[in-house]
């Protein structure tokens, strides 16, 4: 049976229709990936909090690790067997007063870079012991303290009051003070050859007359003593 002319042009585009569906269904079942491909990836943060996390490694920090990268294991400072922290401890200086000190409450000049100075030979400090004021509980005295020898040198000088005199030193001028029981210690440093030093201080007093040192010396040399 012979076909009319608008059946074989229906018949031609229904084949082309069919062939364009072909096509396509055979390109989306090409690119469909297999099973393994769309298996869902592992969540980076699991809600399970038991899960198990992959640790992240720590990098070794400069000198916190030796060369194998693991933590030092030398004493940290401030731990036994470490090298001392950085806080200093309590004051070495020795005295009943927190070490030495002047008026303004300055410490000695630290000790030089050079070598220490020898100790002053026996002479080479001559000083004065004088009252300069005196008053029915108080007085002032002052000090005068001479290099003689060839060489700049520290110096001391050593006080002593009888304990029945209840003495006790006040304000201290041109001199760091340390007190040992009746016995006060004034310390200068730096005195040049030929250079006399003076310091005063303040002292209080239990008996209404004048007192007199039981002991003044500098450097193992006796004082001088004048009390009017």
Request: net charge neutral.
């Amino acid at each position: 049976m012979a076909l009319t002319r608008r059946q074989r042009l229906g018949a031609a585009v229904g084949a082309v229709v069919l062939l364009y569906v072909v096509v396509g269904v055979w390109a989306i079942l090409g690119r469909q990936p297999d099973a393994v491909s769309i298996a869902p990836a592992a969540p980076m943060f699991p809600d399970d909090p038991d899960a198990f996390v992959p640790p992240v490694p720590v990098l070794p920090s400069a000198g916190g690790a030796g060369e194998s990268g693991r933590p030092s294991s030398a004493p940290s400072a401030g731990e036994p067997g470490g090298k001392p922290g950085g806080n200093a401890g309590p004051d070495q200086t020795g005295g009943n007063e927190g070490g030495d000190r002047d008026e303004q409450g300055r410490r000695p000049p630290p000790a030089s870079a050079g070598p220490p100075f020898p100790s002053p030979s026996a002479g080479q400090f001559t000083s004065q012991y004088t009252v300069t004021e005196s008053g029915s509980r108080t007085f002032h005295a002052r000090v005068f303290v001479t290099n003689r020898g060839p060489t700049t040198q520290n110096w001391s000088v050593r006080i002593t009051f009888a304990a029945s005199d209840q003495v006790s030193v006040g304000r201290t001028l041109g001199a760091f003070k340390r007190t040992s029981g009746t016995t006060f210690v004034f310390s200068g440093f730096n005195a040049r050859p030929g250079q006399t030093e003076i310091f005063g201080f303040d002292a209080t007093k239990g008996v209404s007359g004048p007192v007199r040192p039981t002991g003044c010396e500098t450097e193992g040399q006796t004082c001088d003593v004048q009390v009017g």
